[in-house]
């Protein structure tokens, strides 16, 4: 089986067959469409291999970006604010695409063999753009900032866990007060940039140790970068003379601007266009399976929901290949009611996957007692794309089984305060995490703000926080794998997809490497590609 | 003094009165809207916290009246403020927008006003023959295409196949007009075939209807020619009509494009008010109203104006 996968994904490397036949062959022959998307992000990466081209202006068309925006890397939450967190700024470490870690303004990283003290040897000779010389001190004041109480930052969650932060020589050195085999993880959060002194004093500056200086800045309309000449890692990134990020919220003005050679690369091209503008000369589509899910949550504390069958019943009523195949165009895979899928390490691909089965859903719906009243779901537009959609096709595999839903639609302004994590079963989504304590962490833990499915069991939280600290990753794989069982059979989530990246990108763009962490190569194309023709 | 100046006056005074009902409506409103600008801002990543951080930071604490008044006593001694989200200084910000929306509009202005008028004359004087069909034909047609769909097409044919102009309409300072003339020409063609119909339709029915005078008959019988009859005689009588249709269509431009903005990204006014309105940063939503409300307010004002000294009946009253 391996040879003839070998030789399928061979085929998709000369790109004599398409991402979608590979994952519909590698069905064929056994494999998950999760793990046959992953296993193309290989072949993707030794494409990449081409030397560098210096120079040019790189032009990248993006949604997310409203005239709202700063440069504080504290308050940024969409896509246009991270692309131009990526000219900008450094983590200390990051998340590369194959899950591992990448050193960034940290040197080295090392922890004690409890997992409670973790040092990062900061990077020597780094110079921030104001021309000063980026200290352990600068990293110290920026954790700081993100983690004080006072703070704004999106970023406070997951600082609350460390016990203590100092300065130790060269190194930044973090106390946990419970021991986190992930600390890492967390560092590589994209607010926690480090900023001159934490960006104490102006956090908006755009003053960081990035490959690209600000240029220009206009909020909502186009954001301007110019090269670095100090930048210390100036062999693998920034390439191009100049980048500039034009924001185009409009899918459709996105698309016309690729095609009409105004800018090299896009994000989000709209599945139901993917197929047709990579057919045009001059444009790829890319597209990665990612963390990322589609997801219809229940508050398991609130009535209907509280009763397990009724929960079950729900689950075997969504059909996942319909809506992977007309919602997201097969631009994705199926889901198991469980946050976590292979994109993740230490992801356990034993664990059975959930069908769309009318007979067990009827059977469950009868077993819970449930009167027979409409149950409400609610969908917007904003919860995710297609969100209204997918609740209809929800609506109609649920009303084969005798479960009755009614879909109440609401305004996507407001969403996120008036109806996710308000109202017992709406629409939503994850973005995905880099790990799987993380995404636990985030939204499964009891004491969790975004316990969106309101999961509170005590036997969980110390199984996550047993794996937290569990060095020994067989071990850890285990536990992780009993949590997910957990919270696919009893769980409020109903997970029917995981959602690739879609970008659109130019023949001209040289360096494209497959990134599962976020859309453009985790917001970093514009300063990891380079223009062939520069 | 002369009449007509303690109407302007009148008219002014009522203008103010008004802009300062709308700014407590739209205060209203933004108010009663879900959510609050510190929500907005950190999105579904809200940590209860950052939250609260935020909130008293910005001063969202404060009862709703206290922030009017506060906001009322700036915009008094000219002062905007600043945004909640980013804490740009409004009226910067709000310039540059401003004259970006009034380039707009002037360019769209500058074409359709005089076609509009111009094929409303040329309807009437080949009144009810192929001309005149043609002309209300493909102006109706235009005006029923959704504004977004006039964009997609042009951008489809123009940008995409022809490669005539460009689809994204960014304009910026360092740029010569010709650059910025060749970056607007599609939404300004947008904003034409949107708003030609409607001044056109109204110039020919104004115009018809003066036709029916016993003057016009009179102008006719002693050998004018047609289109001297009507630039003549005729319209100089159907001005105060056309003049308020004008100024509606006037004001669209300025107020109603926020479609043609996202579908061009034109970074105008309209997508500026939008952004802060789903981020409920109320300062902005208000500078916004208020000039919006402004532009309404002071357009229709010229309207009634050139409308009373067109017509010598209102100009001398007994």
Same mark, same amino acid.
């Given at each position: 089986m391996n040879d003839q996968l070998n030789h399928l994904k061979a085929r998709v490397t000369a790109g004599t067959m398409t991402r979608r036949e590979f994952v519909g062959r590698a069905a064929a022959l056994g494999v998950t469409a999760a793990v046959a998307n992953s296993m193309l992000a290989q072949p993707a990466?030794? &494409? &990449?291999h081409a030397a560098p081209v210096k120079g040019g202006t790189l032009k990248i068309g993006s949604s /997310?970006?409203? !005239? $709202?925006? $700063?440069?504080?890397p504290a308050l940024t939450a969409s896509e246009v604010p991270l692309d131009n967190l990526r000219h900008l700024y450094e983590t200390l470490v990051e998340v590369a695409p194959d899950g591992t870690l990448e050193n960034r303004m940290a040197e080295s990283v090392e922890a004690t063999a409890d997992a409670k003290t973790w040092m990062f040897k900061i990077r020597k000779g780094v110079e921030f753009h104001n021309g000063k010389t980026m200290t352990p001190e600068d990293v110290l004041k920026t954790m700081q900032r993100h983690s004080d109480e006072n703070s704004q930052s999106g970023a406070l969650g997951i600082m609350r866990g460390i016990e203590s932060m100092k300065v130790d020589g060269d190194n930044f050195v973090v106390e946990l007060s419970t021991p986190n085999a992930d600390l890492p993880y967390l560092m590589?959060?994209?607010?926690?940039m480090i900023q001159p002194? %934490? /960006?104490?004093? #102006?956090? /908006?500056? %755009?003053?960081? $140790?990035?490959p690209y200086t600000l240029e220009f800045d206009e909020p909502g309309v186009r954001h301007g970068f110019k090269r670095n000449?100090? =930048?210390?890692?100036?062999g693998n990134r920034g390439h191009t003379e100049f980048n500039e990020v034009i924001v185009l919220n409009d899918a459709t003005a996105r698309t016309a601007a690729l095609q009409s050679g105004q800018v090299h690369m896009i994000n989000r091209v709209d599945p139901k266009i993917a197929d047709l503008l990579g057919r045009a000369p001059n444009i790829e589509v890319k597209s990665v399976s990612g963390r990322g899910h589609y997801v219809f949550i229940m508050h398991i504390d609130t009535a209907p929901f509280d009763n397990n069958d009724l929960r079950l019943a729900l689950k075997y009523a969504i059909n996942r290949q319909e809506m992977v195949d007309k919602i997201l165009r097969g631009y994705g895979s199926i889901g198991?009611?469980?946050?976590? #899928?292979? !994109?993740?390490?230490? =992801?356990?691909? @034993?664990i059975p996957q959930r069908t769309y089965d009318v007979e067990k859903a009827a059977e469950h719906y009868k077993k819970s007692g449930h009167d027979g009243s409409p149950i409400i779901l609610r969908t917007a537009d %904003?919860? =995710?794309?297609?969100a209204v959609d997918a609740a209809a096709l929800f609506q109609q595999s649920a009303q084969a089984a005798g479960i009755p839903l009614e879909i109440k639609r609401e305004p996507n302004d407001g969403y996120w305060s008036?109806?996710?994590?308000?109202?017992p079963f709406c629409a939503s989504y994850w973005g995905g995490r880099p790990v799987q304590d993380q995404m636990y962490s985030t939204?499964?833990? @009891? $004491?969790?703000?975004?316990?969106d499915t309101r999961w509170k069991r005590p036997e969980f939280d110390a199984m996550l926080l047993e794996a937290r600290g569990e060095l020994d990753t067989a071990k850890r794989k285990e536990i992780y794998s009993q949590m997910g069982r957990m919270l696919r059979d009893e769980g409020g989530l109903i997970l029917p997809m995981f959602n690739d990246f879609v970008d659109g990108v130019s023949t001209?763009? /040289?360096g494209w490497t497959e990134d599962p962490n976020s859309e453009l190569m985790n917001n970093k194309a514009p300063i990891k590609c380079w223009l062939k023709t520069a | 003094m002369h009449p007509i100046l303690i109407l302007v006056a009148q008219r002014l005074a009522l203008g103010f009165l008004l802009l300062l009902a709308a700014s407590a409506l739209i205060f209203a409103g933004t108010s009663i809207l879900p959510g609050d600008v510190a929500q907005s801002i950190l999105g579904?990543?809200?940590?209860p916290e950052a939250l609260a951080n935020l909130r008293r930071e910005l001063g969202l604490n404060d009862p709703a009246i206290t922030r009017y008044f506060a906001w009322l006593g700036g915009i008094v001694q000219g002062d905007l403020g600043?945004?909640?989200?980013?804490? *740009?200084?409004i009226a910067e910000s709000l310039g540059g927008r401003l004259k970006n929306t009034l380039f707009l509009a002037f360019w769209a202005a500058i074409i359709a006003v005089p076609l509009a008028i111009f094929l409303g004359l040329l309807a009437v004087r080949y009144k009810d023959r192929w001309p005149d069909k043609l002309i209300s034909g493909v102006t109706l047609a235009s005006i029923s295409i959704p504004e977004f769909m006039i964009g997609y097409l042009l951008m489809y044919w123009i940008?995409?196949?022809? *490669?005539?102009?460009?689809?994204v309409a960014i304009i910026n300072d360092d740029m010569s007009l010709l650059q910025k003339l060749d970056a607007i020409a599609l939404p300004v063609m947008v904003l034409v075939l949107v708003v030609l119909a409607h001044m056109m339709r109204m110039t020919r029915a104004a115009i018809l209807n003066v036709m029916q005078s016993s003057y016009i008959e009179t102008a006719e019988l002693k050998g004018l020619s047609g289109l001297t009859v009507i630039f003549r005689h005729a319209f100089p009588n159907a001005i105060a009509p056309i003049v308020n249709v004008v100024m509606l269509n006037l004001a669209y431009l300025v107020v109603g494009v926020v479609v043609v903005e996202v579908v061009f990204a034109y970074p105008g006014m309209g997508q500026y008010l939008v952004d802060h309105v789903s981020k409920r940063d109320v300062p902005v939503v208000q500078a916004c109203g208020l000039i919006f409300a402004a532009v309404y307010i002071g357009l229709n004002l010229v309207a009634d104006i050139v409308s009373i000294l067109a017509n010598p009946r209102l100009r001398h009253p007994k």
């Open positions: 990466r030794a &494409a &990449a /997310g970006g409203e !005239s $709202t925006n $700063t440069l504080d590589a959060d994209y607010h926690l002194d %934490g /960006g104490m004093d #102006n956090p /908006g500056a %755009g003053i960081g $140790t990035g000449e100090n =930048f210390w890692d100036a198991n009611d469980m946050p976590i #899928n292979a !994109s993740y390490p230490l =992801f356990d691909d @034993s %904003g919860a =995710f794309p297609g008036e109806v996710w994590n308000k109202q939204a499964y833990l @009891s $004491t969790a703000d975004w316990n001209d763009v /040289g | 579904q990543s809200a940590t600043t945004a909640l989200t980013n804490g *740009r200084d940008a995409i196949k022809l *490669r005539w102009f460009s689809s």
